[in-house]
């Protein structure tokens, strides 16, 4: 990163969209607390995230990450980050479920929301596919209800209808957090109140949707490029 400067209202909607590799992850890992830069600083309403109490400072955010670890225990629990002796609100846990798009699986499942996870560990266990899994995570992160929410290419893993549906969802799934969307996929960024693109480990441009595609830079470059290979497509599959 270089020279990288910018500031987020609280209840913002914000994208960081740019190929693979320019710093999207590292730059909300930063924010969050879980990278400590070497020059510079991060500041939260104000101060340093190094003068906040590290533990208190991670319940403000919630992240859906790209790599991550699930326990073989149940799927309630896993959702809810709940251990043995806690309670589950299961008003809100299904509630969760619903808007993350996981009712269905669920509900086929003889044990539900009970079943656990890993058939290595539990006999009735069961593995969730990479879309399922993606959708777990959303609703763990709705579950939890943070003040500020990271979605890091949530949809990486969704087939074009799960896709589709999240998208509809955003507001509700962001409705009361600030929240930083990262995506590749440049046409999932039209619901964002400010997008960053990140190039060459800098911001190029910065705008909402129809400003950077009026403005003929690199987002509308890098827009065109992906909606031409999507239309290809549909043609290939029409043929």
């Known amino acids: 990163m270089e020279h990288i400067s910018f500031k987020i ?3 913002e909607k914000i994208a960081l969209v740019g190929v693979n590799g320019a710093g999207k992850t590292t730059l909300t890992m930063l924010m969050c607390g879980l990278l400590v830069p070497d020059e510079g600083e991060v500041l939260l309403d104000g101060h340093s995230v190094l003068e906040y109490n590290r533990d208190e400072m991670y319940t403000l955010f ?4 790209q790599t991550y670890h699930l326990l073989p225990v149940s799927l ?6 709940a ?9 809100r846990l299904n509630r969760c479920i ?3 798009g996981l009712t269905e699986k669920i509900t086929s499942l003889p044990d539900g929301a009970e079943t656990p996870l890993d058939r290595t560990v539990n006999d009735n266990g069961i593995e969730l ?3 399922e899994t993606q959708k777990l ?23 074009p209808i799960a896709e589709d549906r999240m998208y509809h969802q955003y507001n509700e ?3 009361h957090a600030t929240s930083v969307f990262i995506s590749h996929r440049l046409a999932s960024t039209r619901f964002c109140d400010r997008i960053y693109l990140l190039d060459g480990a800098r911001f190029a441009e910065v705008g909402t949707h129809d400003e950077l595609m009026a403005a003929h830079g690199k987002y509308r470059e890098l827009f065109d490029v992906q909606s031409k290979y999507y239309r290809e497509g549909a043609i290939e599959d029409g043929e």
């Not at 251990?83 to 008003?91: A, C, G, L």
């Open 9 to 11: 209202e609280a209840g």
């Open 62 to 65: 919630g992240v859906v990450p």
């Open 76 to 81: 309630a629990r896993n959702i809810a980050a």
């Open 83 to 91: 251990d043995r002796n806690e309670e589950i609100d299961w008003d």
């Open 98 to 100: 619903e808007i993350a």
């Open 129 to 131: 596919s990479g879309g």
């Open 137 to 159: 995570l959303l609703a763990r992160l709705l579950y939890r209800d943070p003040l500020c929410i990271i979605l890091d290419e949530p949809t990486a893993a969704l087939d």
């Open 173 to 175: 799934i962001a409705a």
